[in-house]
């Protein structure tokens, strides 16, 4: 198996990108838009931890900035009738902070959001994967969402905002503003106004 690869980043693509492993190997490895926009720039040296995913018909390498976001990934993977590619897509779309909270919290619609994944299979990883997921799992230096911006992030959305644009509005909320949802959605709101 092949846990983490380092070398120069030779290409990048929307959904892979290709890492130099000394002169003469380029490794096709499928990231996350989320890993993508972290990379940095090509002719630049990066370290990625990998899975090596084995199928009748071919293997794919996937890579993640993390340990704990190769084993979400691996989570993700676990549960019956999401294969990589769902999963990636639910990495894509949704933080890992924001997938740990939608299991743990019983909440099917947060994942049911990600493109490719309705509502029996957002059902099924709630119920898979329900105390599997522990919060100590996240990524370091990535605290859980609170309720209260859980309740923004369903606002936004039902404005008709995508979970990626509520995240990045969410997170332009300053640390010291008000808990109450009204006021934090106000303040979300505005930085669509930027």
Known sequence: MIASVYGKLEAKYSDHVVVMVGEAVGL??????????????????????????????????????????????????????????????????????????????????????VPGIGKKIAGRMVFELKGKLALEALPTGISPVSDVDMEVLGALTTLGYSIVEAQAAIQSIPRDAPQDIEERVRIALSYFDR
């Open 28 to 113: 096709k490895i499928y990231v996350s838009a989320r890993t993508l926009d972290q990379l940095g720039d090509v002719g630049q040296l990066v370290y990625l931890h990998t899975r090596l995913e084995v199928r009748q018909d071919a293997l794919a390498l996937y890579g993640f900035l993390t340990e704990e976001g190769r084993d979400l990934f691996v989570a993700l993977t676990s549960v019956s009738g999401v294969g990589p590619r769902l999963a990636m897509a639910a990495l894509s779309t949704l933080s890992p902070e924001m997938i740990v909270n939608a299991v743990s919290r019983e909440e099917p619609e947060i994942l049911a959001r």
